[in-house]
């Protein structure tokens, strides 16, 4: 028989959180900091709305594009929160979660030979998306002495003349990273002069914590043209299982993009479009009591493994933080295993979003105080024994 | 007064002067002196535990009664509503605005014994003019908490 599978992915690596799982899943009394996922249900109101629409019958596709009074309140809200533009007919349109608008960028933007700038670590799917679509990753490897900030030296060097684009992915899966609006402007000056597009994920942009709000690099001047923004409803209104997401953009782009979403999708769900209507019309202050939680929480485990004597910068966005265990001489994936096998607690290895993340740790913060206490307290007790293997 | 140590507290009490100055970004010495001047002050009143006492073994009714009372001249309702807390089979005692003028939460061990309360020390006060019984049936939330959650954690162990 013929080969069934094309090159392109029988060449792609499989997923390195995958492998983790695989072990995680065979240990049922595990307690995990593993999860990349809001704890919180999703509001009742907003799960209420989508029980409604099914009572009043609305069940069927909606327009392509997704429902009007959804993206009149996308329009609105990116608006009030970022000070950005989109028309809601023209600039805007739902997907099938935030992942389903990366593929497409990915797909529409990139012809043959592409390259694509990818800092690392960051989410899994940006590069396979990349190849995928039949371009080429040009992965930057950020740097803990930059906090895992991209800057403006970093992009110049990962630039040649087939660089199309750039995915920027801030507030940072899973370093827990920010960049502020004075850092995305030294990014927004290199991709103006050097002409790239950038597909900027920002999907963790209702949580950061501190004084600086997030900026997205679509609101710099210069910048709305060539950036696709995405974001969606998974992080911020906690609702991952509901798969809803949006791309936002100039016209030029948004169209093909949804020329490919109408062929392979055809809308996004339905019920989860009505329930996000409510969730963007009376769903700040649920934004605000889950972002005021996670940021306790944030503190609190910064704290203490600082404590532990494990380096840890401070993380001011998404709900994760990123400590450094190469004091411990050993690798992420061996601290990860050990302490699942020995503790009973998973983290995943920082090497799952990148070869850069060796050395680290992503630790989520998407669980109650009560957990993280009893999970620290075994990482601590981890700490210690290995500690005192090392000065044997 | 420190809002922010109090809003952490509301849903959590065992949370100790370390923990929580940890999570809010305070010292701890000045987390412990806020809790104590709020306790003196009686912002804080108290710190009981929270009990579903459906799943134990112990005889227990809770009742909810309205209780419409002729307010005294000078007084207002502030005197004959501490003769009624006074009891300590009153879990609770509101001012209500509307149909009827006090809510009355009273626990009993049995239904007998808080009928027999009604009947014996609150209905014949002076000043209250009727009263209404309704017993609770089931408690599902108190507290901004869910009685009987005993909810799992739906989501996979490990997720990207």
Known sequence: MRNPINQVVTDMKPSGIRKFFDIVSEMKDAISLGVGEPDFDTPWHVCEEGIYSFERGKTHYTSNAGLIELRDEISKYMKRHYGLEYDCNENIFVTVGGSEAIDLSMRVMLSPGDEVIIPQPSYVSYEPCVLLAGGKAKIVNLKAENEFKLTKDELLEAINEHTKCLILPFPNNPTGSIMTKEELEDIAEVCIEKDILVVSDEIYSELTYGEEKHTSIASLPGMWERTVVINGFSKSHAMTGWRLGYACGPELIIKQMLKVHQFAIMCAPTTSQYAAVEALRNGDKDVERMRSAYDQRRRFLIKELRDMGLECFEAKGAFYVFPCIKSLEMTSDEFATRLLYEEKVAVVPGTAFGDCGEGFLRISYAYSIDNLKIALERIRRFVERRRAEIAE | ?160
């Open chain 2, 1 to 160: 007064m420190d809002i922010e140590i109090l809003k952490a507290i509301d849903q959590n009490a065992k949370l100790t002067p370390a923990e929580l100055a940890a999570m809010l970004g305070k010292e701890e010495a000045y987390v412990a002196k806020e809790i104590e001047t709020m306790e003196k002050e009686h912002v804080i009143c108290g710190y009981p535990t929270l009990i579903n006492w459906d799943k134990t073994e112990g005889e227990r009714v809770t009742a909810l009664i309205e209780v419409k009372v002729t307010p005294q001249r000078g007084m207002g309702f502030d005197k004959i509503a501490e003769r009624i807390y006074k009891f300590d089979e009153v879990e609770a005692l509101y001012l209500m605005s509307g149909g009827y003028d006090l809510t009355v939460m009273l626990v009993g061990k049995s239904l007998k014994e808080v009928a027999e309360f009604v009947s014996s020390k609150l209905a014949p006060m002076e000043s209250v003019v009727s009263t209404a019984t309704h017993f609770v049936l089931k408690k599902y939330k108190q507290h901004g908490l869910e009685m009987d959650s005993e909810k799992e954690d739906e989501r996979m162990l490990i997720t990207p």
